[in-house]
């Protein structure tokens, strides 16, 4: 009969936390083979615009990977047949123009890399810092009997971040290949007007003032029915719109001067490129709709920067130091500030800090580094790079120390530069990293009380004690309680960690018990290396004293476990992670039953069993025991018995069994009735007894 599930109370692990699922190697092959299986039937369906999706989605899930060539095989074929082109769909096609190209350039895909960059090229939009390139088409409409009209000057304006154009008539300039005599066409270099002044006359330049715009030349002699095409790049120098405001073609004769103003409205959209090959001027469709205004998108950051060793998961309080390379890919000189933070909670977020590599000789003890100076008290931290270079690296250290609770959370880094050539346009470019703090350790706890060898004091000679321990100075004289304490410490990472130390310490202690906490002689775990989902033991002794010996009230102890470890590694730092330990209960007024026991050496493998009984109250108390038979023991002591406790005193009664089965648990039924207060008192196992339901229960080792 197949098993069933019931997950109405607890869903499914992809449902309940997917984001787990997506960073899981394995769960992410089963997304991309469910990309896969989904994408052919809605392909059955002829659902393309679902197939396209989802085959893009498959490849973002790659790239995120970095297997670029997985990557690469999809968009491909994608790119080429994507029915967004054909929809106009510009802002979904470009993402996914800039998704092919960073696979093309992490796999030297020089076609692909082209191909795409033209497409890029060829979209409406240009981003401020570049290079956009522009044509003027101007026709004349002159009868053919007409003379040639000679343009002294034609400026063009923009509303926008794009400077005035100033063409300035130059017969010297050669004119381009022609597919006939009436059409041919210029590529105009253009340059700042008060850089080159002087390479034109003063007449040209007095008919436009100097001012902030670019200057350029070209034969402006216009025959009847010619068709001249203007080819020039302009630099936008801000984002945001940018269109053409007017076109003003200025004559000056010997005998009149005139302006001939192109409105915007009356500047025709040109819906071809024009282009001179080897055959002469013709005409190509772009591919986009073409406009006579331009989206000026932020200049796009060639500057990279990588963390190699940047993991996903990170564990609770542990010192990172992680390496941060930057590169200059610009083609000038830049002045960059790198900026470093974690976004989330402020509580639940680490303090970053950015160093150059000559700061970390002042860091020996990475894992003992508070990181408690002022910066380090805000949510980011900038440090300067200064000028790099053209394809300069730079190697730098973000050191962080991770919370102290579960927390999730982004890294951003962010770069804010400029080119020295333009100091007033500012790039700036942000990378982001998912990053997940896990707590490295669980535990689980095992309090057992131990017989403490210490006598007890004598009740009717208490004065005499109390001015005793006020004579030697001792804090405390109280009873004691002996406590043995088994940590079973489990590892959620998934690396293999070091453990350096292992201490219980209290946290909070009363003002009236003192408490000491030593390692138990057995203990070996420090040292130790623990692999991943592993459990590892530890012991300690805890001995409790009350500080007045009048006071025997019940109170509890608040402990908490210290653990410092390492990630296996040679250069991995130490780290101090607290887990909470259950309150631990002494119950200083109350009478307790220990029991203990040792195996004879003999031949005949006796167990020597005792049963300790306690009355640390101010009371006597009368006790009825009895010791029930059993078939997987024999025992010598006694059947029954009546004990009377007087105040502060405690009794040990004996046996001797005689296991009658071997590889087994015996457990021997050992009944303490109080009397006085009319209830069974628990017995408590100590050493390697076990502790249940009945009772106690003795391993009695098989013969050999």
């Not at 053409?244 to 915007?264: C, R, W």
Request: glycine share 4%; charged share 25%; hydrophobic share 40%.
């Amino acid at each position: 009969m197949p098993a069933l599930y019931d997950t109405f109370l607890c869903q499914e692990p992809a449902r309940q936390d997917p984001f787990s699922v997506i960073n899981d190697p394995e769960n992410r092959t089963t997304l991309l083979q469910a990309y896969e299986r989904s994408a052919k039937y809605f392909a059955q369906q002829n659902r393309i615009r679902a197939v396209e999706r989802l085959q893009y989605e498959a490849a973002l899930l790659h790239l995120e990977d970095c297997q670029w060539k997985h990557a690469l095989k999809i968009l491909v074929p994608l790119w080429q047949t994507i029915s967004w082109r054909r929809a106009g769909w510009w802002r979904l096609l470009e993402r996914l123009d800039w998704a092919l190209r960073k696979c093309a350039r992490a796999t030297s895909d020089i076609e692909t890399l082209i191909a795409v960059e033209w497409e890029l090229m060829s979209n409406p939009k240009g981003h401020a810092g570049e290079p956009l390139p522009a044509q003027l088409i101007l026709m004349s409409q002159a009868q053919n009997s007409c003379a040639p009209i000679v343009i002294s000057e034609l400026l063009i304006s923009f509303e926008g971040g794009l400077k005035p154009i100033s063409i300035l008539h130059h017969p010297a300039a050669a004119p381009g290949s022609l597919e006939d005599e009436d059409a041919d066409t210029h590529q105009v270099s253009l340059a700042n007007a008060a850089g080159i002044a002087d390479n034109y006359s003063l007449t040209d330049l007095s008919l436009t003032p100097l001012s902030d715009k670019l200057v350029g030349s070209s034969d402006l002699t216009f025959k009847a029915g010619t068709v001249k095409v203007f080819s020039f790049d302009t630099q936008p120098r801000d984002a945001g719109n940018a269109s053409v405001a007017s076109i003003v073609a200025k004559i000056k004769h010997q005998t009149f001067d005139t302006e001939i103003v192109f409105s915007e409205k009356d500047v025709k959209t040109n819906q071809y490129v024009w282009d001179d090959s080897a055959v002469g001027l013709l005409r190509k469709e772009p591919g986009v709709i073409r406009k006579n205004s331009v989206e000026i998108l932020p200049k796009p950051p060639k500057l990279q920067m990588q963390i190699p060793k940047m993991l996903k998961e990170y564990l609770t309080d542990e010192s990172i130091m992680l390496d941060v390379l930057v590169t200059n890919e610009e083609e000038v000189d830049v002045k960059i500030e790198l900026e470093a933070r974690f976004r989330g909670l402020p509580e639940l977020v680490p303090r970053p800090r950015l160093l150059h590599p000559s700061e970390l000789q002042g860091y020996p003890e990475l894992g003992l580094e508070d990181f408690s100076d002022d910066r380090q008290r805000l949510s980011h931290c900038t440090l300067a790079i200064g000028k790099m270079s053209p394809l300069e690296t730079c190697t730098l250290q973000v050191l962080f120390k991770a919370t102290s609770t579960p927390a999730e959370s982004v890294f951003q880094l962010k770069a804010l530069y400029h080119l020295v050539s333009e100091p007033d346009t500012p790039v700036s470019k942000i990378c982001t990293y998912d990053v997940i703090f896990d707590r490295p350790f669980e535990a689980n706890y095992d309090f057992r009380p131990l017989i403490n060898p210490t006598p007890w004091p004598d009740y009717f000679k208490i004065e005499k004690l109390h001015s005793g321990s006020q004579d030697n100075g001792t804090d405390a004289g109280g009873l004691q309680q002996k406590w043995h304490s088994t940590v079973r410490i489990a590892s959620f990472a998934r690396d293999m960690l070091d453990l350096e130390e292992l201490s219980l310490q209290p946290v909070d202690a009363h003002d009236d018990i003192t408490c000491r906490i030593t390692r138990s002689t057995e203990d070996h775990s420090e040292g130790t290396t623990i692999s991943p989902n592993e459990i590892h033991e530890s012991h300690f002794v805890i001995i409790t004293q009350k500080l007045d010996l009048d006071d025997r009230e019940s109170t509890h102890l608040n402990l908490c476990l210290e653990v410092r470890w390492r990630r296996h590694s040679t250069d991995a730092a130490s780290a101090v992670t607290y887990v909470a330990v259950p309150d631990l209960v002494l119950p200083f007024g109350e009478p307790r039953v220990l029991a203990s026991a040792v195996l004879s050496q003999d031949e005949a493998e006796m167990i020597a069993l005792d049963y300790t009984i306690e009355n640390p109250s101010d009371h006597v108390l009368n006790f009825d025991l009895s010791m029930e038979s059993s078939d997987d023991f024999a025992f010598s002591g006694p059947k029954a018995k009546l004990l009377q406790l007087l105040p502060l005193t405690r009794h040990t009664v004996s046996y001797i069994l005689l296991p009658m089965t071997r590889g087994a648990w015996i457990s021997p039924h050992f009944r303490v009735w109080d009397t006085h207060f009319h209830q069974t008192l628990k017995v408590y196992g100590t050493g390697e007894l076990k502790n249940d339901k009945k009772g106690i229960s003795i391993w009695v080792d098989a013969n050999e």
